[in-house]
C-alpha cells in the first residue's frame, strides 16, 4: 500500500463547478498534512496546510479526517487558473520528511 | 529574491558522467530537503539535513549519490556515474524545522534542476 494515495484523475470540470478531491494516508503516526499545488513542469507550491478542526482559504476548503486517515480538498467556483494538479503531502511521525501523493490532475474548461 | 533557488536550472550529461547541483535554501530554514520527480509521479523523497547534519537517507539514494550541506546553508547534490534512469527532475526544498505542526514542516521548493541522461 503506497503511503499517500490519490486518485489520479484527470477531473474534467466547467468553469464555476465545485470539485473535490481526496487523500488516504497509511501512517496513523503522520502530525501534518498540506496540499500543494504543482503547474505543469513546474515546481509545488504550497496551497494550504491542513488543520484538525479544518480550514477555509477562499474557495478552497481542506478537511482532515485523523480516525479514518482522511484528507479532503474542496474548491468551489472553480476558474480556468485553478487547473494544476494537487498533490497530497503528509509527513512522518517525526515530523521530518514530507511523503507526497502523485497528484490528482484539474482541468477547468470553459 | 529571498526564496529556494537551485542551479544550474537544466543539466544535459552523457551516461557515466558527474554532475552536482547546488541549492541555497530560504535563509532562515534550518532544514533542507532534496527530492527527485519523474513524468506522472509526485517528488520521492531522497534526503533531507537538519542544519548540516544529514538525519535521513531515503533507499532510492544509492551509493552513486552523495549530498552535502558543510555550513548549514547551501547543499550540494553530486550523482556519480550517471545512468539514463537518473533522468528526472532534482527539487530542493526548505522549511523552518522548529516550532509547532505543521508550520515546522511548510516546505518551499526551488525552481529544480531539470537532469536529462544520454
Known amino acids: 500500500r503506497k503511503e499517500v494515495e490519490q486518485d489520479p484523475g484527470p477531473f474534467n470540470v466547467p468553469e464555476g463547478a465545485t470539485v473535490a478531491f481526496n487523500c488516504t494516508y497509511s501512517?496513523?503516526?503522520?502530525?501534518?498534512f498540506f496540499w500543494y499545488r504543482q503547474d505543469c513542469r513546474k515546481e509545488p507550491k504550497l496551497l494550504m496546510s491542513v488543520y484538525s478542526s479544518g480550514n477555509e482559504d477562499g474557495r478552497f476548503t481542506a478537511q482532515l479526517n485523523r480516525a479514518s486517515q482522511y484528507i479532503s480538498l474542496l474548491i468551489r467556483d472553480s476558474k480556468l487558473s485553478d487547473s494544476a494538479t494537487y498533490l497530497c503531502?503528509?509527513?512522518?511521525?517525526?515530523?521530518?520528511?514530507?511523503?507526497f501523493g502523485t497528484g490528482t490532475r484539474l482541468q477547468v474548461t470553459l | 529574491d529571498t526564496g529556494v533557488s537551485q542551479d544550474p536550472r537544466h543539466k544535459i550529461t552523457k551516461r557515466g558522467q558527474n554532475v552536482t547541483f547546488r541549492c541555497d535554501p530560504i535563509?532562515?530554514?534550518?532544514?533542507l530537503y532534496w527530492y527527485r520527480q519523474t513524468l506522472g509521479q509526485g517528488p520521492e523523497f531522497l534526503t533531507y539535513f537538519q542544519n548540516e547534519a544529514q538525519l535521513e537517507k531515503s533507499r532510492l539514494l544509492s551509493d552513486r549519490f552523495s549530498a552535502e550541506r558543510p555550513k548549514g546553508s547551501f547543499s550540494t547534490l553530486e550523482i556519480q556515474r550517471t545512468e539514463q534512469g537518473d533522468s528526472a527532475m532534482y527539487l530542493c526544498a526548505s522549511s523552518f524545522g522548529l516550532g509547532r505542526p505543521p508550520r515546522n514542516t511548510e516546505a518551499f521548493f526551488g525552481q529544480g534542476t531539470r537532469l536529462t541522461v544520454v
Open positions: 503531502v503528509v509527513n512522518d511521525g517525526t515530523a521530518s520528511k514530507l511523503t
Open positions: 501512517n496513523s503516526a503522520s502530525q501534518s
Open positions: 535563509s532562515e530554514h534550518n532544514r
